[in-house]
Structures are given as structure tokens and as C-alpha cells.
């Protein structure tokens, strides 16, 4: 019984765990991509006017 408790409480800190680094890392990144990519496509944006006028 002892055992099946602590594997509980270990666990339970493992999934917390990994959605932490899911929130933190994953959402971040993904996040940062998007970011840039809106960054790029107005920097292409403003060349293509430029090229047009």
C-alpha cells in the first residue's frame, strides 16, 4: 500500500511536470514562430510595394 501511494505522488508530479514544459517550451516556440514569420511576411510585404511602385 505504501508503495502504490508514493507511486501516485511521484507520478503526479511527473504529469505536472510535463505539462509545465509543455505550457512553458512548446507554447513559447510556437508562439515565437508565429511571430516572426507575421514579421517576415511584412518585411516582404514592404519590398514587394517598393518593387511595384
Given amino acids: 500500500m505504501y508503495s502504490y501511494v508514493l507511486d ?7 504529469i ?12 513559447e516556440t ?3 514562430t508565429i511571430l516572426k514569420c507575421a514579421c517576415i511576411v511584412k518585411l516582404y ?9
Fill in 45 to 53: 510585404r514592404k519590398h514587394i510595394a517598393k518593387i511595384f511602385r
Fill in 16 to 27: 505536472y511536470g510535463i505539462l509545465y514544459f509543455i505550457r512553458e517550451f512548446l507554447l
Fill in 8 to 14: 501516485v505522488f511521484i507520478w503526479s508530479f511527473a
Fill in 30 to 32: 510556437v508562439c515565437y
